[in-house]
């Protein structure tokens, strides 16, 4: 196997295709915001305050910087235009390779506030558990947002939890959204990855007749993407603005060259000669495969007496198809009948994210009122492809739909904001009150039976463990007692072990003696007849003889290893001096 990779060359080819102006408003020439003009509504509840006059320091991302950075992916952008914001990308993590988390200021993907126009936005229904950045923790994808539809990004990083508690211990991500009634934009791009990375290698065993190469080139990751939006008016003076954004991306594959044997030796003691056909790069580490659908818009409208309303939707389908371990031909898990070649096992999650928010404001005497409602659900349903049900047998099948989980979000809240003046202040004082209330809902659901039930072949043989029952109580080193079919052997051979190689009560009572030979496979051992005994059929305890608490009484002789022990008995069968008799009870004198 690889043990490093260097990378010697890397190529990142894009090419804008079209960019497309509709309507008599086009998009403004690209600038940098102006810190001295530019409203900011995070961590502030003033209205009309500016950059350059927040209590502390927030980072604008424009929507052109976005466009500007080379992805089409929206945490990708900020990545680049934020040095505090990363974007880890691993590989063969399972659901994390298709539901990536973000982190800022190195702190946990959970630890970070992710708002939509001022309001919460939900968090992805995949907990990492596997190893990669983030574990335990659920994020919010941004991914879900199409760049397109962002007027601008908000950071908040010193002093956010302060403000919005807890869940803002990093920071807060603010996403505005477009609120333009006219102009729009379309744009088509397509990259590739091109790469040339050294080979550092396994030495090959002894005898291989196989070698591996020094260094590999690899063209791959077809990224394209077609994204649009489109401003329209909504009565006399509202706005409705639609984005939508395809987005269809190849693997990517980085992986060593596995140098191991994969085919047992002919009987002659040779390789088998498909050891020099079998493609040896078998792990997809790197990007996974990709395709995504997402739909977003957003509204307001100013009613009579000043209020106005306002919401926003927004939907996501997105599959992918990652890679998990290669299981080599002879390995345990594998079944040759059905994959004589090994199989790599191809993890294919579809991901639906809906969320929609809105709201109302109006002025109920000098108090500014926000009321909003918002919902959020995003759900991750798995199937399983190339692979197989190793304790059903050859009939297993060889994809599966193995269920997944959702999670769910309504929040409702109400916010009142007002000023008043103070003459010892140089500027109003300005007040603000709120009320919140969420409710969150988490769902795990079942794949079909056969992604997770045990069938037949549950022999120990099947699988490489010990065929040795569980451990004895004896004094000393904890020892394996042997079983029946083997009490004719010298008790030498059963050496002492740890506790941990024991076998497990409850795995051996499921072991029972088969009704069929078919129930035991070809090479479980004494599977030649419906009258084999089980591995697990008959065993002795070693009963460890101590000496019960207050007991004068000399213990029994504990039993050597030439003297057979007794089975389990009931309590009234127990021998006298056993671990299993309870010490005398003390009588006690009560309190006074």
Request: hydrophobic fraction near 35%.
């Amino acid at each position: 196997m690889q043990k490093h990779a260097s990378v010697t060359e890397k190529t990142v080819l894009a090419l804008a295709i079209a960019s497309l102006f509709t309507g008599a408003h086009a998009q403004e020439t690209a600038s940098e915001p102006d810190a001295a003009s530019t409203v900011v509504i995070t961590g502030t509840r003033v209205a009309n305050r500016t950059a350059l006059d927040t209590a502390a320091p927030v980072d604008i991302v424009s929507s052109e910087t976005l466009k500007n950075a080379g992805t089409t992916e929206m945490t990708q952008a900020l990545s680049i235009a934020l040095p505090s914001l990363n974007f880890p990308r691993p590989a063969i993590t399972d659901g994390t390779d298709t539901i990536r988390p973000a982190t800022l200021r190195g702190m946990a993907p959970d630890q970070t506030l992710v708002l939509v126009n001022s309001k919460r936005r939900h968090t992805s229904s995949l907990v990492n558990v596997n190893g990669s950045i983030g574990r335990g923790s659920a994020a919010v994808d941004m991914n879900t947002i199409p760049t397109a539809i962002v007027k601008s990004v908000e950071v908040l990083r010193d002093g956010a939890a302060a403000q919005y508690g807890s869940d803002a211990i990093s920071g807060v991500v603010n996403l505005r959204l477009r609120t333009d009634r006219s102009g729009g934009e379309a744009s088509v791009t397509y990259g590739a990855r091109k790469t040339e990375y050294e080979l550092w290698n396994d030495a090959a065993p002894a005898g291989a007749t196989w070698t591996a190469p020094a260094k590999r080139k690899r063209t791959d990751g077809q990224t394209g993407t077609i994204s649009l939006w489109q401003g329209m008016p909504l009565g006399a003076d509202g706005f409705l603005t639609l984005a939508a954004e395809y987005r269809k991306q190849e693997r990517t594959e980085r992986s060593g060259y596995d140098m191991r044997q994969q085919y047992p030796r002919l009987a002659n003691g040779a390789f088998d000669p498909r050891e020099l056909t079998i493609n040896r790069f078998n792990a997809w580490y790197g990007e996974p495969e990709l395709e995504q659908v997402t739909l977003f818009a957003n509204a307001g409208i100013n009613l009579s007496g000043g209020a106005k309303l306002y919401g926003w939707m927004s939907g996501q389908n997105r599959f992918a198809r990652s890679g998990g371990f290669f299981r080599p031909a002879q390995d345990v898990r594998n079944i040759q009948s059905i994959y004589p070649d090994g199989f790599f096992p191809i993890i294919a999650p579809t991901v639906n994210d809906f969320a929609a928010a809105g709201g109302v404001t109006w002025t109920a005497g000098s108090w500014d009122m926000d009321a909003s409602l918002g919902y959020g659900k995003n759900r991750m349903a798995y199937d399983i492809e190339n692979t197989l049900n190793r304790s059903i047998g050859p009939t297993s099948k060889t994809e599966f739909y193995a269920g997944g989980y959702a999670y769910d979000q309504l929040v409702a809240n109400l916010t009142g904001v007002r000023t008043v003046d103070v003459a010892a202040f140089s500027s109003p004082l300005n007040i603000a009150v709120g009320a919140e209330a969420r409710r969150e809902g988490y769902e795990l659901f079942a794949g079909e039976p056969d992604s997770w039930r045990a069938g037949p072949v549950t022999c120990r043989a099947a699988f490489r463990l010990p065929r040795a029952p569980r451990c004895s109580r004896a004094s000393g080193p904890r020892t394996r007692s042997t079983p029946t079919a083997a009490r004719s052997a010298p008790s030498s051979t059963w050496k002492p072990t740890s506790r941990r190689s024991c076998w497990p009560r409850s795995r051996c009572a499921a072991n029972t003696t088969p009704t069929s030979a078919t129930a035991w496979p070809a090479n479980c051992p004494g599977a030649t007849t419906s009258a084999s005994p089980s591995p697990c059929a008959a065993r002795s305890r070693t009963v460890s003889a101590r000496r019960p608490r207050n007991s004068r009484t000399s213990p029994p002789p504990r039993p050597t290893s030439s003297t057979a022990c007794p089975s389990r008995s009931p309590p009234s069968a127990r021998p006298t001096g056993s671990r299993w008799r309870s010490a005398p009870s003390r009588s006690r004198p009560r309190n006074r």
